[in-house]
């Protein structure tokens, strides 16, 4: 898989930096799951990722995992997406929203900027103002699960 940065030219950060900056020691496990979430562009559960890492060949278990991207999502490099199924981590330095297919629990960021009159409608009918990081969950089918 090629980063994100990578395919529009940027160089990809450096993940030992970002776990030191976010006061996490450099572990094998954390490194390589970093690595992993941030290259995918994608959001993955414990299994996947667990099995993504077992693939590389990295025999992290699924406790160990857990409690990493848990570890992420406290400090502020991951994310958690609740829908149905298990809970999905993605790791993104932008804030987004989230559309979540109740079928299958594919999820897909939808850019803020794409969202903004929904959003402000929003505040106009329940007072309700979005934070900066703020995600609106969206749920329904995604085109594959509605055929």
């Known amino acids: 898989m090629t980063p994100p940065s990578a395919q529009h030219g940027a160089t990809a950060p450096d993940h030992s930096v970002l776990l030191r900056r976010h006061g996490l020691r ?3 496990s954390r ?3 970093l690595r ?4 995918s562009g994608q959001h993955l559960s ?3 990722v667990c099995a993504e890492l077992q693939e590389m060949g990295l025999p992290f278990d699924q406790a160990t995992v857990y409690r990493t991207l848990e570890t992420f999502t406290e400090v502020g490099l991951a994310h958690a997406v609740h829908g149905p199924g298990p809970r999905r981590y993605g790791a993104s330095s932008e804030p987004h929203h989230h559309a979540v297919c109740e079928e299958c629990g594919r999820v897909q960021d939808v850019a803020i900027a794409q969202m903004s009159e929904a959003v402000e409608r929003i505040t106009e009918l ?3 103002r979005a934070g900066a990081g703020g995600s609106l969950l969206l749920y ?3 085109s594959r699960c509605a055929t």
Request: aromatic content about 0%.
């Open 36 to 39: 992993l979430l941030s290259a």
């Open 140 to 142: 329904g089918r995604c």
């Open 46 to 48: 414990t299994a996947e």
């Open 126 to 128: 329940t007072g309700l």
């Open 26 to 28: 450099c572990t094998a």
């Open 31 to 33: 490194l390589c799951t």
